[in-house]
């Protein structure tokens, strides 16, 4: 891995952490995490529409635009159920991108933003 991807890398970390950190601030209940922290996994589902409505589909919910903006309105409105939800979003995302994975690109589930996700095969050893 290269210096600059594991700097890249330990700031998605850090994201995750504070949100988390932020989350168990909130007073929401743990089962909530638990039960959510997944949740924008099952934009997989739009693969079975082929790789372009899929790598929409987990974009849409694999972007920081849409739980960003729920936090600003839970914050803004009160809703502590809603800044808990944005919270747990974007600890999946930042997980996510801690991890390397990345956005999807239409040419296929394996090919991100990021790179090529998955083993990486050499041919020349056994």
Known sequence: MKPLDLIVRLEWAAVAVAAVV?????????WLFAVLILAPDLSMFGYLGGPRIGAIAYNALHILIPPVLLLLVGYLSGHAVAIAVALIWIAHIAIDRALGYGLKLSSGFQE???????????????
């Open 112 to 126: 991100t933003h990021l790179g090529r996700i998955g083993h990486k095969r050499n041919h020349l050893s056994p």
């Open 22 to 30: 932020f989350y168990a601030w909130s007073g929401v209940a743990w």
